[in-house]
């Protein structure tokens, strides 16, 4: 199958740019009586896709801001878009030193508009027809071109240098989303392929693929933004010497980012007068040693990821407690502490036993005007109940 250009996206031409902006102005483009305005208007398909697009981008909001407004939308592609702060780190990260990126399989073209504001030249090639009429429309202020096709059809047989390859497969499977590398599309081996085909490879794979599974001649960089894991993002590692893991937190507009350098694991010891919550892209990737470098922090179970300190840890990478008390854990110790100081409002928190917070919750039978926050886990003293003050997290 070869490359074509992307036909205009049916809303930015002829009745579609009218359809559209009625269809916007709808108070719920979900509704019959939306549905009846716009037929009145223009043919069945125009509409419905008219007021698709409607709903679409009013979803779209809580992740692009009004940055939306202007953008087209298909739902498949809105639930895969990359968010703008992860995007923006990634081009920010990778961009330099080059002149163009192929971005094979760029859906709505998210990734590749910030590759594009990043100065680079776009080549984005797209299977779905429709998501690539989008593609042409939302990437129109960046410097390049879309295709429709497959991407194994869009590699040149030599690729320049100052090309950034970029792939964010699709992922998903006849049954729904899947974090198995066999369901990815474009597929695992043509992806592995492109190790040896371009100078600067990067690759967006799901947060949950297990890290056994992923090459050690790439660099790994797990990525969270506002305390959600979104994604590993694999490298082609700039420089001499094997590829590198990192830590890339992104939070309230900061980036905080954090090399592996081999440091191996923290010893095990009981819980201490703090306690701290690693942020998920630190427990994904293991990097316990260096988040806590420089300080005097301990792992409190060998399989569970909560640290603690005797002393509070100056770093970004964790969410921090106070260790008020510590309980030994069962569901009747819990309730007599609970009722003993009139708990009416209890936080739960748990990493290592299989307890339903909802459900504990009604076991406890909570009474009372006071709130508090407990953490369930193994420690080498057993399974306690610690019960904690959240530390407000330095600016
Ligand atoms: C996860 S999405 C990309 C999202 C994009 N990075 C963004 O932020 O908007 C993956 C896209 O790859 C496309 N795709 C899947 N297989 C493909 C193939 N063989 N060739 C080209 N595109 C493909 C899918 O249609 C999908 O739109």
Redesign the pocket.
């Known amino acids: 199958m070869s490359t074509s250009q992307p036909a205009p996206h049916p809303l930015t031409v002829g009745e579609g740019p009218m359809a559209l902006e009625r269809a916007l102005a709808q108070p719920d483009p979900d509704s019959l009586t939306a549905a009846s305005a716009l037929r009145r208007l223009v043919a069945p398909e125009l509409a419905a896709l008219a007021l698709e697009q409607a709903s679409l981008r009013r979803r779209a909001r809580s992740k692009f801001g009004d940055r939306a407004a202007d953008m087209l939308f298909?739902a498949?592609?809105l639930e895969?878009?990359?968010r703008p702060e992860v995007?923006a780190w990634r081009a920010d990260t990778f961009a330099e030193g080059c002149s163009r990126v192929l971005?094979?399989?760029?859906?709505?073209?998210?990734?590749?508009?910030a590759m594009g504001r990043a100065g680079l030249g776009v080549d984005a090639?797209?299977?779905?027809p429709l998501?690539a009429s989008c593609?042409q429309h939302n990437l129109a202020s960046v410097k390049g071109r879309v295709l429709v096709?497959?991407?194994?059809s869009?590699v040149p047989a030599v690729m320049d240098g100052g090309v950034l390859v970029?792939v964010?497969?699709?992922?998903r499977s006849s049954t729904g989303r899947s974090w198995r590398l066999e369901d990815?599309?474009?597929?695992w081996d043509?992806v592995l392929s492109l190790r040896q085909r371009c100078d600067r490879l990067v690759v967006?794979l799901g947060p949950g693929i297990s890290r056994s599974l992923l090459p050690d001649d790439l660099g790994r960089h797990w990525v969270s933004h506002e305390g959600t894991l979104v994604e590993v993002c694999l490298a082609t590692d700039v420089g001499e010497g094997p590829a590198v893991d990192r830590v890339v937190v992104l939070r309230g507009g900061r980036r905080y980012e954090l090399v592996g350098r081999g440091l191996g694991r923290l010893p095990v010891e009981d819980v201490g007068e703090y306690l701290h919550e690693p942020d998920p892209a630190v427990i994904r990737s293991q990097l316990y040693a260096e988040a806590c470098s420089g300080t005097n922090a301990w792992l409190v179970d060998h399989d569970v990821a909560y640290l603690s300190s005797d002393g509070p840890l100056d770093t970004p990478l964790v969410t921090s407690f106070r260790v008020l008390e510590s309980i030994p854990w069962s569901v009747r110790t819990l309730r007599a502490w609970c009722r003993e100081h009139r708990i009416g409002t209890l936080e739960i928190k748990k990493r290592g036993l299989d307890v339903d917070p909802a459900e504990l919750r009604r076991q406890l039978k909570l009474k009372g005007s006071a709130s508090a926050t407990v953490v369930l886990t193994p420690t080498p003293r057993g399974t306690r109940a610690l019960v904690c003050e959240r530390v407000p997290r330095s600016p």
């Open positions: 298909t498949t592609g895969q878009a990359t995007s971005d094979l399989g760029c859906g709505l073209g998210f990734d590749a508009l090639v797209e299977l779905d998501t593609a096709g497959d991407a194994a869009a970029f964010d497969p699709a992922r990815l599309s474009p597929g043509f967006k």
